[in-house]
């Protein structure tokens, strides 16, 4: 069993950047490819980035392109998303997820583990 626990939330005005980190322990080895997903209240669960584990291979959400960057640290198991330029439209709580199915990087459902999650509140 794998263990996520996400850092680096926080309250920033829009325009500014924050960087997240997931740390992850146990059964990582298993990693097909590591996500980030946010949900905000009233929300679905959505897409944010995600990277294949082995290649580091990048894939982000249009709302997101061009602005947030995924990376991961492969001999420490961490992951961490740089987020840049951000919008009102960018708060959430955030959560850092992995995946051993390898199918459909962009569907919740595919993912086995999940972290606890980390607030950000982007102001206006």
């Known amino acids: 069993q794998a263990q996520l626990v996400e850092s680096g939330g926080g309250l920033v005005q829009a325009g500014g950047s924050l960087r997240l980190s997931c740390a992850a322990s146990?059964?990582?080895?298993?990693?097909?490819?590591m996500g980030w997903f946010r949900q905000a209240p009233g929300k679905e669960r959505e897409f944010v980035a995600a990277?294949?584990?082995?290649?580091?291979?990048?894939r982000f959400a249009d709302a997101v392109k061009g602005r947030f960057t995924i990376s991961r640290d492969y001999p420490k198991n961490t992951l961490s998303l740089q987020m840049n330029n951000l919008k009102p439209e960018d708060t959430a709580v955030y959560y850092c997820?992995?995946?051993?199915?390898?199918?459909?990087?962009?569907?919740?459902?595919?993912?086995?583990?999940w972290g606890q999650g980390t607030q950000v509140t982007v102001s206006s």
């Open positions: 990277i294949y584990w082995l290649s580091g291979i990048p």
């Open positions: 146990g059964r990582t080895f298993n990693a097909y490819f």
């Open positions: 997820a992995s995946s051993a199915k390898g199918r459909s990087y962009y569907v919740p459902d595919e993912y086995d583990y």
